[in-house]
Nanobody, 124 residues
Framework: QVQLVESGGGLVQTGDSLRVSCAAS????????MGWFRQAPGKEREFVAA????????YYTDSVKGRFTISRDNAKNTVYLQMNSLKTEDTAVYYC?????????????????WGQGTQVTVAS
């Protein structure tokens, strides 16, 4: 069965860096467009970043541009989100997702599989 397992979350302070990872299994990883989403308490899930199947193109929501970097290692079936200059408003549960299509990558409904999430807490 398909599994996406996030790791690397934790408690950091503003200005710190953190890298979260998502290891995939049970699917042909290189065939999937990968995305990161996050959800803060009391808020809806929001798009954070996405990356194409071969890693050639990346996409980010405005609030993280210049601070976050999404990457993937198809040989390891893993997608990463490097988060720098973290702010308190980045606090959320971060989820990775896999989808077969490119269109509508900012919408969670376009993805086929989801991880369980990893908590990122940024304290001031």
């Amino acid at each position: 069965q398909v599994q996406l397992v996030e790791s690397g979350g934790g408690l950091v302070q503003t200005g710190d860096s953190l890298r979260v990872s998502c290891a995939a299994s049970g699917l042909t990883f290189s065939s999937y467009f990968m995305g990161w989403f996050r959800q803060a308490p009391g808020k809806e899930r929001e798009f954070v970043a996405a990356i194409t199947r071969n890693g050639g193109s990346t996409y980010y929501t405005d609030s993280v541009k210049g601070r976050f970097t999404i990457s993937r290692d198809n040989a390891k079936n893993t997608v990463y989100l490097q988060m720098n200059s973290l702010k308190t408003e980045d606090t959320a549960v971060y989820y990775c997702a896999a989808g077969k299509q490119v269109f509508g990558y900012t919408s969670g409904s376009r993805y086929d599989y989801w991880g369980q999430g990893t908590q990122v807490t940024v304290a001031s």
